[in-house]
Structure formats: structure tokens, C-alpha cells
């Protein structure tokens, strides 16, 4: 009876996956296959390819902008990941209340996230803007500055960073306001009857029942800041003197403005590497700790 | 000692929160009601001559966009369904079902989204082609009807549930199916409306697979059409910014709608 | 749920419907054209297909707008890779080496001979810059060249005359900082520090003025680190570093709505900035000089691919009309843009075009001074790259001029090497 069970439980979970295995498997699997191949060539993607063995792997290992581009991708995920989800955590707590205008501060918050990235750029190339930018006008009544942000080299990064966590923030809220749906009043209050403080409600009671939406957000955003580049192709592109020259805006340039698609693909393929590392690392730990209720 | 003002403290950390996040709505609504010389200054001009309400319709007229914005709406909506039903049943599988390869199988589903798209653009687009979808609306439309994303998000969710009541439905005799349709979605609706709210934002929003996989004007999509006002040598910011608005309006409505969600299901789910 | 369901199977039973394609039929053999123009410049577009499909029976022309810069050649690429491609692309000159590449560019050389197309009407710094390796891989699209840029307000109040076309190098400097005023935030001159070619061409025109060249005369070895390359990025150098006289542009194009705004004296820059300038009363000149006055040139081209030698003929017949000095001289005057063709100047129209656009006949003459191209070799892009980084570290007080030109004179001698 129990191995019928189980036999048709093999049967139906791969019925429940099919559709959406068939469908990733046709349009992120072969793509991804095809990547690989195109990392062993040496490939124009106009002219007849050329198979190559490792060499461009070969020639990462010695490539001085490529080693800065690793480490800059690194530096700014390990910025990134814990700023956005844990201030979205803390704001995601403020919004989660029944009070006057919750509506509009929701509203607010969601509003970067759909707004184009050209927009965005546009927005932060004037307000850090090291002349004329409202920011170290500002800075400058508080006796601070005048920085170069984006024009500084030793700035730049962690613009960037300032302005990716101000426009994802929302994404990471609206995951963390379904999570705490799922967080009863009744045990928020039996907490607080047990004479537990806001903190300790937090740490015990709210965090625990969050955390399977925590792992979630750790593991999507360090996948999406491995690979940032829309925010940096609208602003410094690269610069200055390759300050925010990330893995992905490096293999785009070798791609597309020095027709190197092998090399490109080979640089995606360590960056795969790594984003497989960091993700199997996050979900191994996370199933140890995350609590799933019940 | 008791906050002694009459409204919460919440709102003296909101309100500038809020106020930052409105910056770039703030920014689009003032370029789109400039005049041309006026977008072409730096600083910009904050106080404009007047309110130049002529640039949306000269927006809404330099393209089709009727016909942008019913392309989008058909792509949009066809990959929220899409995504709401194809990823509730992996999600649900990935969550509560023990099946072979299950653990293999979900990493490699999470293992497409690590390669770039700059690099899989180029066989997606053969592939889209071999199905000879190029140039028209189903090639937007089926790479997108199923994300990794999805599926994760509705996964962590699912595993929330007090699994209790799934096991008495199935004691009723319920199917797995009907388990999750009747039991697990039903309890679900935070989540889902996080789905669909994300889908709709990223496949409205999309710019380059469209760019490359339609040729043609009446395929195009709303981004596409935004597109062109930002041309080789010169840029249109004040139609740019009155076309972007525009194009904002439906995800706000969406999410203003999906809020609901939110807020509503804080009361319902006494279940637990 | 169901609902949603059956919205997506409508949507797609909808969407499968409307199909294009572009074969011919009864007769009419159809030409596709992607281009990257937007407002005046793609109405100017959509007209011309137009005339052009009045006239030509046979033959119907489509034009689509295809996106800007960087996503465009990367909608070209995909497409060429899919074999998708239009029969006519409109491609900027830092691609044509590459792009030339592809066996389904069309090689013109025998075209171009034809009757009535008069190539050596065309500038010659149009012609160097769509010949590859003894090819010829597209028809001039759009020229442009530099010239400084000044506002007539700012010179005045400053009490200093204005720019003439004998101005020197130290002529320039001394008025860049006449013209600066941190306190109001003004600044002389402004130059794109951002690495990319917009920092390098305006670089490469000081250069040869200097006497000094890119790259060797058969394109082995970098030459930009001579004695020449040095002064003038010991120029630049000083002015920024020194004089404090530059505002220095992070590639965001700041310097146009900076200049409209009465911030910057002037500008090293082209026709396509003017109608960014209504609120300023400017004046052009030719480039301040040393040994000459040179300045650089930057051709755009369309280029033809081949979908059959039926359609590769209509394509060619437009291509031939479209750049044609009558047509030409239409599209100059529609849009401001600069004559294709010197033979445009000679035409009836040719005063209405400079009368609509004022500035821009100190242009077309100063298209005489672009004796110079940069090197139309495939790997172009990463020589002027090393360019890029070695003149924003100069700019911005990060190196010294010679030991950062001899550094991305390395660099480029490796990429060189290694060829394609």
C-alpha cells in the first residue's frame, strides 16, 4: 500500500512540474547549453566560429579587468543583498500596521520598482551630480562633501549600491507584507501578554515565521546582484576607470562592443560557477534554520 | 510614557521614506508638463512656465499606442495566468510532494536564472524562431508563461501552511489537486497576488527580448514605442516622460488593486 | 483562475493571427530598412519611404525604427546570427569593420562604380570609413565632424573676444579660463571624461593637430603615445587639473543642458548638439589649432544584407535614390543634418538649408578639415578603449599623461597582436 502510494506520488509530483519543467527546459536549459559550447570557441557571432579547448578560460585567468570585475561583483552583492533585505524587512514592520495612509505609503514604496531604469539613471545622474546635485548641496548645509559619487572612482560602487537598494526596496516589501500575512495576531498578542517587549516579539515570534520569505529573498536577490547591470549601463557604464565594471557589464562589453562572444560566454560560465556556489550554500543553511511552521 | 502626539510614530519614519521613493514619479510628472527648451536644462528648471498637458496627447499620437498598449496587455495578462497556474503546480509539487529528482530538479530550474541574458539571448531567439513565433505576440509570450521565480516564491509559501489541513482534506478524499485548489491557493492569496503584481511589472516592463524578437509596428509593445523617442542623437525628454507615465499608470492600478490582497486576507486568515 | 485561463488561450488565438512576412508578391519585391531615428529625423524617414514607394512601383520600402545605439547592434547581431536580418541597416561607424565581417553584408565596391552614383562626391572621410580590407561594406548615412561651440553672452561678459579661426591651443586655454567662475559654477570648456569614444575622438582631433596619428600606417602598432599624443593630453591635463577650467561630463551628457543653461563657455562638439541649444545665443568656429586646424570626422552608414539577389537589387536601387544629392539635400533640410555629398552645396537649395539652421554652414566648411579617420579595423573598439581609460586618468588627476598613453600603447600593441 505505502510504496503505491509513494509510486504515484512520483508519478503525480512530475505532472505538477511537467509544464513548467518542459517549458524551462526548452527556453533557460538549452540556452544555457549553448552558452557553455560558445565558451570553448572563438566566436564573432558573424563569421564561421572556431573551436579554441580552454583558451579563453586560459586567458581569463590573466585578464587584469577581469579579476577587478569579480571582485567588484562580489564586494557589491555583499553590500546589496543584506541592505535590501533587511531594510525591507524593517520598512515591510512599518508598513505592516493599520494606519492612516498605510495605502499611500505602500503605493510609495512600490513606485522605483516599476519605474524604468532609464528613469531612474536620469534621476540619480542629476541628484548625485557632483556640481550642481542636490546631494552634496544638501551634504554641504551639513558642512559634508562636496563627493564625486559617481565620478570618483573610490565612490562610484557604492553609489551604485545606494541606488539599487533604493529601487529594489519595494520588490523586497511587497514579499515581505504577504509574509507577514501569514503571521497571526493571536500569537503576536499572546507574546506580548507574556510580557515579551516589541524586540523580543520580533526576534521570537515575528522572525521565525518570516524566515522561509527571508531564505527566498537572500537567495533571489544574491542571484539578481550577481548579476547587476541595467543600473550601471544608465549611469557610470563601467567607470570611471572601471570602478563598477561588474562581471555582467564586462562580459556585455566583450560581447557587444568587441565582438568577443566566446569570451563573454566564458565569463558567464564562471559567474554561473559562483552564483551556484552562493545559492547552494544560502538554501543548505537556510533548510537548517528556516521554520516552516507546523 | 505614551507618545504624545495624536498620530502614530510611524508616519515621522514614513513620510520622508515615502517622499524619496517618490522622487522618480515626482521627476516624470514635472519633465512631461515642460516645455522641449525647458527639458534641456541643467539643473533642471523645477518651476516650468506652465502646465504643457499637450505633450501626452503629442506622446499617445508619434506611435500607435493604442495598439502598444493592447499588444502589452495580451502578453502581460497571458504571462500572469500563465504564471499563477504552471507555477502554483510546480510550487506546490516542490513544497508538499516527495518525488524522484525532486531536490536536482529544483536547483536546476533556480540554475537558468544564473546565466545572464546577454548570453542566452541569442539561442533563445533561434529557438523562438525554429517554433517560428518570430515577430509576433506568442514570442513574448511562451519563454514567459512559467519563471523560476514563481515557483520559488510559491514554494517558501507553501511550506508555511499548517499542513494539518491538507492532510484532513485529503482524508476527505480530496485529490492533490483538488488539495491545492480547494485547501493550499485559497490560503494562498498574499502570495499569489505577489506573483502576479511581479509578473505583470517585469513583463510590462520588459525592453530587450522585444526589441530583438518583433520587427514589425504592430507587434510592438508599449516599451517599444517609449523607445523611440530616445533617438541616435537626440533624446524627447518631455514626450519620453509623458509616454512613461502613461505606461506606469496600469501597474500602479494593478498594484493599487492587488493590495487588497494584502491587507484583506490580515483578517480572513483566522484558520490558523 | 478558469477566467485567467481562458484570457491567455484568447490572447495567444489572437496574437497567432496577425503574422507578418516580407516576401514578394504580384510583382512588388519588398525592401526592409531598420534605423535608429526618432521625432523630426524618423518623420523625415517615414517620408522618404514614402516618395521613394510613389515613384517606384515595383519595389515597396518598409521602414522600422529598430531602437537606439547599443540595442540596436545587439538586434543586429541576433538577427543576422537567426538569419532575420533587414535588407538595409543603418549602422554606426565603429561597427562597419565588424559588421563587414558577416558574409551577408553586401560588398558595393563593384555598385558603387555604377553611373550616377559619383563617389567621389561623397567626403572623404564618408568614403575611408566604409572600406574594409579592400571592400566596401555600406553608403554614407551621416557625417559629422567638431567644432568649437560658444556662448556669445558668456565672451562678452568676460570682456573677451571672440573665438577666430586662427585661435591656438594657448589662445583656447587663456580664454577657458577667463570664461571660469566657481563661484557661479561656470566653467570654460567641458569635456566628456567617461572613457568611452566620445572622450577619445575629441582626443584624437587634438592629436593630429599635434602632428602625431592613432595607430602606424599599416595599423601594427600604436603611434597615439608620441610626443605628439603626450602634448595633447598634457593639455587636457592642465586645463582640468591645473586651470580647473573643464567641466568634466560623465558620459551622461550633461555638457549639452549644462551649455543651454549659460554654465559653459564652450564646447568641442557637433551639428547634432545644436538644436539642444535654444536658449543660447552661440557662435561656431572651426577648432583653436596648432600646426593645423584639423578636426575629426564621424560617418554612420546603412548597410546592405543579402536576402537574395532580387531584394539585394531593390535595396540598392533605394539606397542609390535615398543617397542621391536631390535627396540628400531633402533630408538636410528636413532635419538640420550635415550634406552627405559636397556637390549638395552647389544645389538651389543649399541657401534655405543654411538660413533654417544657423551655425551649420561653419560645419560644412570645417568638413574640409577632416583630413584624418581613425582606423577601420575590426578591433577598433578595444584600441580606443585603452585610449579611453589612459585619457579619463589623465582628466581626472589620476596619471600622467606619457606614462598613461605608454601603458594603453601596450595595451593596444596586445590587442593588435593578437588581430581577429
Not at chain 1, 100 to 128: D, E, Q
Not at chain 2, 15 to 44: D, N, V
Request: aromatic share 12%; proline share 5%; net charge neutral.
Amino acid at each position: 500500500m505505502i510504496s503505491r502510494a509513494a509510486r504515484s506520488e512520483h508519478v503525480s509530483g512530475w505532472l505538477f512540474v511537467a509544464p513548467a519543467a518542459l517549458l524551462i527546459g526548452i527556453f533557460g536549459i538549452l540556452p544555457i547549453g549553448w552558452a557553455a559550447l560558445l565558451s570553448f570557441q572563438n566566436n564573432d557571432l558573424l563569421t564561421t566560429p572556431t573551436w579554441v579547448g580552454t583558451q579563453n578560460y586560459h586567458t581569463l585567468v590573466n585578464d587584469p579587468v577581469f579579476r577587478q570585475s569579480v571582485n567588484h561583483t562580489i564586494v557589491y552583492t555583499l553590500l546589496f543583498v543584506p541592505l535590501s533585505v533587511g531594510g525591507s524587512l524593517a520598512l515591510a514592520m512599518l508598513l505592516n500596521a493599520r494606519i492612516r495612509f498605510s495605502r499611500f505609503y505602500r503605493t510609495a514604496v512600490f513606485i522605483p520598482v516599476a519605474t524604468s531604469t532609464v528613469a531612474t539613471g536620469l534621476i540619480f545622474n542629476w541628484l548625485l551630480e557632483p556640481t550642481y546635485g542636490v546631494a552634496n548641496y544638501m551634504l554641504g548645509k551639513v558642512h559634508l562633501g562636496p563627493y564625486g559619487f559617481f565620478q570618483d572612482p573610490d565612490q562610484a560602487l557604492y553609489s551604485i549600491v545606494a541606488m539599487t537598494v533604493w529601487g529594489w526596496l519595494g520588490f523586497d516589501v511587497i514579499v515581505y507584507l504577504a509574509a507577514l500575512q501569514g503571521v497571526p495576531e493571536s500569537l503576536v498578542e499572546a507574546a506580548r501578554l507574556d510580557g515579551a517587549g516589541r524586540w523580543a516579539t520580533f526576534r521570537h515570534v515575528v522572525f521565525p515565521l518570516v524566515s522561509p520569505a527571508t531564505l527566498f529573498l537572500i537567495v533571489w536577490s544574491t542571484i539578481n546582484a550577481l548579476q547587476v547591470f541595467d543600473e550601471i549601463y544608465v549611469t557610470t557604464r563601467g567607470g570611471p576607470l572601471h570602478a563598477t565594471t561588474v562581471m555582467v557589464y564586462y562580459l556585455y562589453s566583450q560581447a557587444f562592443e568587441f565582438f568577443h562572444a566566446g569570451y563573454a560566454a566564458a565569463i558567464a560560465e564562471v559567474l554561473f560557477a559562483i552564483t551556484l556556489v552562493f545559492s547552494l550554500l544560502q538554501l543548505w543553511l537556510g533548510n537548517r534554520r528556516v521554520h516552516y511552521g507546523s | 510614557m505614551r507618545w504624545p502626539l495624536p498620530f502614530s510614530p510611524r508616519h515621522l519614519a514614513l513620510m520622508p521614506i515615502a517622499a524619496l521613493m517618490l522622487l522618480p514619479l515626482g521627476w516624470m510628472l514635472l519633465t512631461s508638463i515642460q516645455t522641449l527648451p525647458e527639458s534641456r536644462h541643467f539643473p533642471p528648471v523645477l518651476i516650468p512656465s506652465g502646465f504643457h498637458w499637450q505633450n501626452y496627447p503629442d506622446a499617445w499620437n508619434a506611435a500607435p499606442f493604442g495598439r502598444f498598449f493592447a499588444n502589452s496587455m495580451i502578453v502581460t495578462l497571458s504571462a500572469v495566468a500563465g504564471n499563477l497556474v504552471f507555477c502554483s503546480l510546480a510550487g506546490y509539487a516542490f513544497a508538499r510532494m516527495r518525488f524522484f529528482g525532486r531536490d536536482v530538479l529544483f536547483v536546476a530550474l533556480l540554475a537558468t536564472l544564473m546565466v545572464p541574458f546577454q548570453v542566452t539571448m541569442i539561442p533563445t531567439f533561434l529557438i523562438v524562431q525554429k517554433m517560428g513565433l518570430v515577430n509576433s505576440l506568442p514570442a513574448l509570450i511562451v519563454p514567459n508563461l512559467v519563471t523560476p521565480f514563481g515557483i520559488f516564491l510559491l514554494r517558501q509559501f507553501f511550506r508555511t501552511l499548517p499542513i494539518e489541513l491538507e492532510e484532513a482534506a485529503r482524508m476527505d478524499g480530496c485529490s492533490r489537486l483538488g488539495v491545492l485548489v480547494r485547501v493550499v491557493l485559497p490560503l494562498s492569496m498574499p502570495a499569489l497576488a505577489t506573483l502576479a503584481i511581479v509578473t505583470f511589472l517585469w513583463t510590462w516592463n520588459d525592453f530587450l527580448w522585444p526589441l530583438i524578437v518583433i520587427t514589425s509596428t504592430n507587434q510592438s509593445t508599449v516599451q517599444l514605442g517609449l523607445a523611440q523617442f530616445q533617438g541616435a542623437h537626440q533624446t524627447n525628454w518631455t514626450l519620453l516622460m509623458a509616454g512613461n507615465v502613461m505606461a506606469l499608470a496600469p501597474m500602479l492600478l494593478v498594484f493599487i488593486i492587488g493590495q487588497r490582497w494584502f491587507v484583506q486576507s490580515l483578517a480572513s486568515t483566522g484558520l490558523k | 483562475m478558469r477566467r485567467l485561463f481562458l484570457i491567455a488561450a484568447t490572447a495567444l488565438l489572437v496574437a497567432s493571427a496577425g503574422c507578418g512576412g516580407s516576401s514578394s508578391s504580384n510583382g512588388v519585391v519588398n525592401v526592409t530598412v531598420w534605423h535608429g531615428y526618432e521625432d523630426i529625423e524618423g518623420k523625415a524617414m517615414t517620408s522618404a519611404a514614402a516618395r521613394f514607394n510613389a515613384t517606384h512601383p515595383k519595389i515597396h520600402v518598409t521602414v522600422t525604427n529598430y531602437g537606439n545605439a547599443d540595442y540596436a547592434l545587439q538586434k543586429v547581431l541576433t538577427a543576422i546570427r537567426g538569419g532575420a536580418y533587414p535588407d538595409i541597416a543603418y549602422l554606426y561607424g565603429s561597427w562597419a569593420a565588424n559588421i563587414a565581417r558577416s558574409p551577408t553584408a553586401v560588398d558595393l565596391s563593384s555598385r558603387i562604380k555604377e553611373p550616377g552614383v559619383n563617389w567621389n562626391d561623397f567626403w572623404p572621410a564618408e568614403r575611408q570609413a566604409v572600406q574594409v580590407g579592400g571592400k566596401v561594406i555600406g553608403m554614407p548615412a551621416l557625417v559629422d565632424n567638431l567644432a568649437l561651440v560658444y556662448n556669445k553672452k558668456l565672451f562678452d561678459q568676460a570682456g573677451i573676444p571672440y573665438p577666430t579661426a586662427n585661435w591656438t591651443w594657448d589662445d583656447f586655454r587663456a580664454a577657458a579660463q577667463k570664461l571660469t567662475d566657481p563661484s557661479a559654477k561656470q566653467f570654460g570648456w567641458a569635456y566628456v571624461a567617461d572613457g568611452s569614444e566620445d572622450t577619445v575622438w575629441r582626443f584624437d582631433a587634438l592629436l593630429w593637430q599635434a602632428g602625431g596619428d592613432i595607430l602606424n600606417s599599416d595599423n601594427t602598432k600604436a603611434e597615439f603615445n608620441s610626443p605628439a599624443g603626450v602634448q595633447a593630453a598634457t593639455l587636457l591635463q592642465q586645463m582640468a587639473t591645473v586651470d580647473h577650467s573643464v567641466y568634466l561630463d560623465n558620459g551622461n551628457d550633461n555638457y549639452a543642458n549644462l551649455f543651454n543653461s549659460g554654465k559653459i563657455g564652450m564646447l568641442f562638439t557637433g551639428p547634432w548638439d545644436l538644436s539642444s541649444f535654444p536658449d543660447v545665443d552661440y557662435g561656431v568656429q572651426v577648432l583653436p589649432g596648432l600646426t593645423n586646424h584639423q578636426t575629426i570626422s564621424g560617418p554612420d552608414q546603412w548597410v546592405l544584407f543579402n536576402n537574395g539577389s532580387q531584394r539585394t537589387q531593390a535595396a540598392w536601387t533605394f539606397l542609390k535614390w535615398f543617397t542621391s544629392p536631390q535627396q540628400a539635400l531633402i533630408w538636410s533640410t528636413q532635419t538640420g543634418d550635415l550634406p552627405i555629398r559636397a556637390s549638395e552645396t552647389q544645389l538651389p537649395g543649399y541657401d534655405a538649408y543654411v538660413k533654417k539652421y544657423p551655425g551649420v554652414s561653419v560645419f560644412v566648411q570645417n568638413e574640409a578639415n577632416a583630413l584624418k579617420a581613425r582606423p577601420v579595423i575590426a578591433n577598433y573598439n578595444e584600441v580606443s578603449q585603452a585610449m579611453g581609460q589612459a585619457i579619463e586618468a589623465v582628466l581626472l588627476g589620476k596619471g600622467q599623461p606619457q606614462q598613461e598613453l605608454d601603458q594603453a600603447a601596450d595595451q593596444a600593441d596586445q590587442t593588435l597582436a593578437t588581430g581577429q
